[in-house]
């Protein structure tokens, strides 16, 4: 018998709707990153320009870019 039950639970629990925009631009934001004791949210685009910096500085990291690679 062959049981190979995947347990990959690496889903990231979304969260993030059409009211929530990002921070620089406006768009519909995918990353939230929580600095300071606030959230800062951001689309794809501003979420990768900043993520360098943002990461040194956030305390979580909230990252939901998957769902476009699967909503087109
Ligand atoms: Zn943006």
Request: proline share 0%; net charge negative.
């Amino acid at each position: 018998m062959n049981a190979t039950t995947e347990r990959e639970t690496s889903t990231v629990e979304y969260r993030l709707t059409a009211m929530d925009r990002c921070d620089s631009c406006g768009a519909q934001a995918y990353i939230a990153a929580e600095v300071n004791g606030s959230e800062l949210l951001f689309c794809a685009h501003h979420g990768r320009k900043y993520e360098e910096k943002l990461r040194a500085v956030a305390t979580s990291w909230h990252d939901e870019t998957a769902r476009l690679a699967e909503a087109v």
